[in-house]
């Protein structure tokens, strides 16, 4: 590589890195990055000239649990934002109730605030959240910047392998997406790169004689800076003092450890002694840790290989993209091909590092010693972290990131392992693939996913033709009507149901009213539900425009319980909810008339997953068909012994073979010798679960008819049947036998079995 692609080539790589941070940092509304708003409100404190948040163990501020960490991220964006006035941030800080947080297949309320679909100008707090923001892509660069350097210590100057390890760096999108939010992660990274790659200059040093004491200067004061950005750092004093054990080892001479310890040890009391001297007075506990655990939430719960192994998975998606609060998820394709790659290279870094231990080739000596290094960093950053999730839930792949140095050059060594058994053209083709794979997975994540998941809903002139008509006004906050609304007439048990409403107010909300979509069953119970602010909570209505036409498209999963004896045919109910009333409740409901209705606005069936057959009832064919539109498919006992008073339960088998045409109901009675009534029992006959003028052909429906015998009826034998009648004619017009199928039938009647009395 030339000198000069050599010094360009890394200016454009970070140059095309702050384009997509300053991009994620536009594109993300705030406070929608992990944990921002807590990170703002300690700097803000500080901004307000408050000073340090003093923790409790009930959280005080708007810091909640980020109040314990260390705070020199907080002091620095404090003095970078102190003249912003930020007295807006209670407004644009409004937390969406309904939020979405670490569940990504769940497919709405990904903004953890309520307004992120606003417009919000670049003054007041937003100013002052995306002066942090550009803070943190500042030290992101220099991190990029410190990981070129730390690669050419292994590498070599001029050698393409260092180069790759800053494009792929640069290049993963949750690392862009990290550093253009507020967030003291961005400070622990570049000071753990910083640090990391001045250990990497004192392990390529021939004599640790000539290490000047400014050199261990540097070093004690780059770890009490990183002792002062996040508890992380106190893993790089671990780190420091094996390097200098083993110069000391090395020359074979202790003076090299007292030489270095006054230089080393001296900056990190300074710098960051206070802060855990201030966290043992005020807390009795040096690192402050136990109370932000105890805000943030210990784990109690005992863990299994299973359990471990979905933490684990959490852990690589958030490492190479997950956005949002963990709610916004990438291409499944993408985490596996990452997954893949990252088994390849780390095998291929293993048979590198040890293939060097065991030559012991001179030229290569000082880059093995930093390989190492930076392996045995990546394995205490990941120590540390899994340390830290037996303690709580952190299992993020940002946490992995003050190793990004360590990671992406082991990585690139690694597969350049297995690229040098393939044609020289392979190994260009694979890593431009790989790095317009992730740049264009960014490009993706900022044009397609971000705005689908915070884009508030744009509004329609008029009802499209699919919409039916609806007329239903809610006494909210302010009126809103319900317009239109599309919905399936029928789905299969398992499936979510897509539900798209239309709603409009003649004023704009001046409170941000909360839906409910419901489906209830036959005895009102709830089998669905989604309750949120419109729009999957983008459109809180307070955004509305006066008279406007919003869709608000839902798709609701069933949870309720479901079983198998006839399709379900569950009402649609909508409703909305004023928070600020004083009696919390569905807001009261009005039809065109102005009178008082119940905001039913359709039904939808559900079809069993697998419908009632004769083999798993245990009943006999019968065959008989009624209007040719039922037939009576099995029907049992066929005889049966009882006595006076008992209980029989006659259980029927139907099967729909056309639509009928009105509601039915179903009788099963018993009859005496000379035809008369003795017993019986009258009932939809799907029980209410699906009334008769919902069933198509196919449907399949098992009924029970208990029936309680007369306490003086004679012994002997008694005709049971069964047969149909028009719901409103008070059982006056039944509904013909077409096909009696050899059993004995009469008026609207058809025989279904016997029972003897005792």
């Not at 990290?178 to 790659?197: C, E, K, P």
């Not at 780190?239 to 310890?261: D, K």
């Not at 893949?340 to 010693?369: E, F, H, I, Y």
């Amino acid at each position: 590589m030339s000198a000069r692609a050599n010094r360009l080539l890394p200016a454009l790589i970070i140059a095309g890195f702050l384009i997509i941070a300053f991009a994620f940092s536009l594109r993300v509304p705030p406070f929608e990055t992990p944990d921002e708003v807590n990170h703002f409100g300690f700097a803000r404190n500080i901004a307000q000239g408050n000073g340090l948040p003093v923790q409790a163990a009930t959280p005080t501020g708007p810091w909640e649990h980020e109040g314990s960490q260390p705070p020199l991220y907080y002091l620095i964006t404090g003095a970078l934002t102190h003249r912003i006035d930020q007295s807006d941030f209670p407004a644009l800080a409004r937390r969406n109730p309904h939020a979405n947080i670490g569940n990504p297949l769940y497919p709405g309320n990904k903004n953890f605030m309520l307004f992120s679909g606003a417009n919000h100008p670049l003054q007041g707090t937003n100013l002052a959240l995306h002066v942090g923001r550009w803070f943190s892509i500042l030290l992101g660069a220099l991190s990029l910047w410190l990981t070129l350097l730390t690669a050419r210590l292994v590498f070599g100057g001029r050698d393409p392998r260092a180069l790759l390890a800053l494009g792929v760096a640069a290049a993963i999108p949750q690392f862009a997406f990290i550093h253009a939010s507020f967030s003291n992660d961005a400070l622990i990274t570049f000071m753990s790169t910083a640090t990391l790659y001045w250990l990497a200059r004192l392990v390529t040093t021939a004599d640790a004689e000539e290490i000047s004491w400014r050199a261990w200067l540097l070093l004690g004061v780059l770890l009490g800076a990183a002792a002062l950005s996040k508890l992380q750092g106190l893993g790089l004093s671990v780190m420091a003092g094996l390097v200098i054990l083993w110069l000391a080892w090395r020359q074979r001479q202790m003076r090299v450890i007292w030489r270095a310890l006054p230089w080393v040890a001296l900056p990190p009391l300074l710098i960051a002694g206070w802060w855990f001297a201030r966290n043992w007075v005020l807390y009795g506990d040096i690192t402050g840790t136990t109370l932000l655990l105890t805000l943030n939430g210990l784990r109690t719960e005992t863990r299994d290989f299973a359990d471990w192994w979905l933490e684990f998975r959490g852990l690589r998606y958030s490492f190479w993209g997950l956005f949002g609060w963990f709610n916004i998820l990438l291409p499944q394709w993408y985490y596996t091909l990452m997954d893949v790659l990252m088994l390849v290279a780390m095998g291929g870094a293993a048979a590198a590092l040890g293939t060097r231990l065991r030559r012991r080739n001179a030229d290569q000596a000082a880059g093995t010693r930093v390989l190492v290094l930076l392996l045995a960093w990546a394995l205490l950053v990941t120590v540390l972290l899994f340390a830290f999730t037996e303690r709580a839930a952190a299992s993020q792949g940002r946490l992995l990131f003050p190793a990004i140095s360590a990671i992406t050059i082991l990585g690139v060594l690694g597969m350049a392992v297995w690229l040098r058994l393939l044609p020289r053209p392979a190994a260009a083709i694979f890593w431009t693939g790989l790095l317009g794979l992730l740049v264009g997975i960014s490009a993706y994540t900022l044009t397609v996913l971000l705005p689908g998941a915070y884009r508030p809903v744009a509004a329609v002139d008029t009802l499209p033709l699919p919409a039916q008509p609806v007329d239903l006004r809610y006494a909210a906050s302010t009126e809103i009507a319900l317009v239109g609304a599309i919905a399936p007439t029928r789905v299969a048990a398992g499936q979510d149901v897509p539900v798209t409403l239309y709603f409009t107010a003649p004023l704009t909300p001046t409170q941000d009213d909360v839906l409910f979509v419901q489906l209830l069953d036959a005895q009102g119970d709830t089998i669905a539900n989604v309750t949120t602010h419109p729009g999957w909570g983008r459109n809180p209505t307070s955004l509305w425009r006066a008279g406007a036409i919003y869709p608000d498209a839902y798709s609701l999963a069933l949870t309720g319980a479901l079983d198998n004896r006839s399709p379900l045919a569950a009402r649609l109910y909508v409703g909305f909810v004023d928070p600020t009333a004083e009696t919390i409740g569905p807001a009261a409901a009005t039809n065109a008339a102005g009178e008082p209705a119940v905001p039913i606005i359709g039904t939808v069936v559900i079809e069993p997953s697998a419908p009632p057959t004769l083999a798993a009832l245990g009943l006999p064919a019968h065959g008989a068909a009624f209007g040719n539109v039922i037939t009576i498919a099995g029907a049992g006992p066929s005889a049966a012994l009882a006595a006076a008073s008992s209980v029989i339960t006659p259980t029927l088998l139907y099967q729909a073979v056309g639509q009928p045409a009105t509601a039915y109901t179903a009788f099963v009675h018993v009859l005496d010798a000379a035809g008369n009534q003795v017993a019986g029992m009258d009932q939809p006959p799907a029980g209410g679960r699906l009334p008769t003028d919902l069933w198509r052909a196919g449907d399949v429906i098992a009924a029970a008819f208990p029936i309680t015998l007369p306490s003086r009826l004679a012994a002997g034998d008694y005709t049971v049947v069964t047969g149909f009648y028009e719901s409103s004619s008070n059982g006056a017009r039944r509904l013909p036998v077409t096909d009696a199928a050899g059993h004995k039938a009469g008026d609207g009647w058809v025989e279904v079995g016997q029972v003897r009395v005792k």
